[in-house]
């Protein structure tokens, strides 16, 4: 049987570690909802490539049907927004030069979590 690397378990860690917090922040009241932080998050980070109105070539590469300018579309990748730009910070793109915080990497994880709920279990 091969052995995990060390990359590969850091990043399973990392992965558990956001789904234990968010199972703790279910039964919050959310503070973070789309109207005062995800719409300005969405459109900083996000829309210059997962926007539904950009055609195959202006959206960079972005996967067909990942349009985050639609609520039930971010609610259906939710798992994956978190994996990619919260647990590994794949998201957005390194070579774009603005980059989210970690502050606002923990707000996004909060937000989608409060929004959306947490993971099925």
Known sequence: MKRMSRTGA???ALFLLAVVAQLGRADQKCHLTYANFGKA???KYCLLCHDSHKSFFMRMGAPAGYFFD???VIEKYKDEIIRWAVVKHD???????DQPTKAEREQLLEWLDCEYGPPPK
């Not at 998201?91 to 030069?97: A, G, K, N, V």
């Open 10 to 12: 850091l990043f399973v």
């Open 41 to 43: 998050f969405v459109e």
């Open 70 to 72: 639609q609520a039930e």
């Open 91 to 97: 998201m957005p793109p390194r070579w774009m030069p």
